[in-house]
């Protein structure tokens, strides 16, 4: 069995990340060439959108996985808030600038189908404008937690955002069923086969499993850094720290 709470530990943590983020990294690219070879080399042409369609590769994935995050960063704290363990906050920490990212590559990439598509850049459509206000979330989370001297202080501040602002998660993913929008709906649904091409869903899987992978490898590389920053005066930490010829400025 696993020791789930074994790993709660900051120390015991740390060991197992070493461990399993170069794998994801690795993993992660190597998805990623196998789904945009098939997305840009193989799968067909689409019918209405033409050459311009294949953007989703990266467009939709990153659009999941900024949702994904998000909860991913209410779960973690909302553990803190009720066990008060100190790795659930770094852990919403440390997801909220891939988080971020995804956000920003996901409206990126979205303003590059819309103007072919749309004929404009940008509109203040439902589903676009909550992805928005969920990249701000993220930012204000950052901006919020990094201004507190206190890393108490700002690990609650910054899980009070976190839990108040994943509200808007549902929001984005059922906006184009609440109100009429531009943005087209789920391709992909738990409740009907898909009406894209083999090829075309096979590299948009390799993609998001990519971007997952992604995403596990550089949060664990981004806890084991905050780990050392607040471990700093650990005895464990000093111990590894000596026992690693690099790492020696942390003991």
């Not at 590769?57 to 066990?83: E, K």
């Not at 072919?116 to 206000?133: F, Y």
């Not at 890393?151 to 108040?164: E, N, T």
């Not at 905050?226 to 003991?251: D, F, N």
Request: proline share 4%; charged share 10%.
């Amino acid at each position: 069995m696993i020791r789930w709470f074994h790993f709660a530990a900051p120390q015991n943590f740390f060991a197992l990340s070493a461990k399993l983020w170069p794998a994801c990294i690795v993993l992660a690219t190597l998805l990623a060439v196998a789904g945009l070879w098939i997305g840009l080399g193989v799968a067909p042409v689409d019918a209405q959108q033409g050459e311009g369609y294949r953007i989703i590769f990266v467009h939709v994935p990153a659009s999941w996985m900024s949702m994904v995050i998000y909860v991913a960063m209410a779960f973690w704290s909302f553990v803190g808030l009720v066990f008060h363990t100190r790795l659930s906050a770094l852990m919403t920490r440390a997801l909220a600038p891939t988080g971020a990212v995804f956000a920003f590559l996901s409206l990126w990439t979205g303003a590059f189908w819309g103007k072919p598509m749309w004929g404009t850049w940008w509109v203040w459509d439902a589903r676009l404008t909550s992805e928005l206000i969920l990249f701000f979330l993220y930012l204000g989370f950052i901006a919020l937690t990094s201004a507190i001297d206190d890393p108490k202080r700002g690990d609650k501040a910054g899980a009070l955002i976190a839990l108040v602002g994943s509200i808007n998660v549902p929001i984005i993913y059922f906006s184009v069923k609440w109100w009429n929008t531009l943005h087209q709906g789920a391709t992909i649904t738990m409740t009907e086969a898909p009406s894209m091409a083999h090829a075309m869903l096979l590299a948009m899987l390799l993609m998001a499993l990519s971007f997952w992978a992604y995403a596990i490898g550089i949060v664990l590389l981004r806890v084991r850094r905050l780990i050392v920053e607040r471990e700093r005066q650990s005895q464990w930490l000093r111990e590894w720290a000596l026992s690693t010829p690099q790492t020696k400025e942390y003991a």
